[in-house]
C-alpha cells in the first residue's frame, strides 16, 4: 500500500485528542470542537485521503486503508495514547485498527 501524507491540523498541547470525520465528511467539521478542546489538549484532525484538504491525496478504496492512513499520521507525530472522537458513521474506521 503506498501511502501518502495526509493534512492533518495539530494545534494546543496536552493529551493528544484525535478528532476523525466520517466518510464523505472533512476535517473542517470540527472547527468548534477544536477551538474549544485546543486550550486543554493537542487536537489533531486529519482529513482523510480524498476529503477536505487532503483532496488532491489517491483516496482510499477501503475502511482499512482510511484506518491505516490515521495510524500512520499518528505514528509519525510519535503518539501512542490519545484519546478518539468521531461521529458515529466514523466509528467502523477507528476501531477496525485501533
Given at each position: 500500500m503506498n501511502m501518502q501524507?495526509?493534512?492533518?491540523?495539530?494545534?494546543?498541547?496536552?493529551?493528544?485528542?484525535?478528532?476523525?470525520?466520517?466518510?464523505?465528511?472533512?476535517?473542517?467539521?470540527?472547527?468548534?470542537q477544536i477551538d474549544f478542546f485546543k486550550e486543554n489538549y493537542r487536537v489533531i484532525a486529519p482529513a482523510l485521503p480524498g476529503f477536505g484538504k487532503s483532496n488532491k491525496v489517491n483516496p482510499?478504496?477501503?475502511?482499512?486503508?482510511?484506518?491505516?492512513?490515521?495510524?500512520?499520521?499518528?505514528?509519525?507525530?510519535?503518539?501512542?495514547?490519545f484519546l478518539f472522537i468521531r461521529p458515529l458513521h466514523g466509528r467502523y474506521d477507528c476501531a477496525r485498527n485501533g
Open positions: 501524507d495526509i493534512f492533518t491540523e495539530d494545534v494546543g498541547s496536552g493529551i493528544p485528542l484525535v478528532l476523525v470525520h466520517g466518510f464523505l465528511g472533512s476535517s473542517e467539521m470540527w472547527k468548534l482510499c478504496n477501503s475502511i482499512e486503508c482510511m484506518a491505516k492512513s490515521i495510524l500512520i499520521t499518528l505514528e509519525k507525530k510519535k503518539n501512542r495514547t
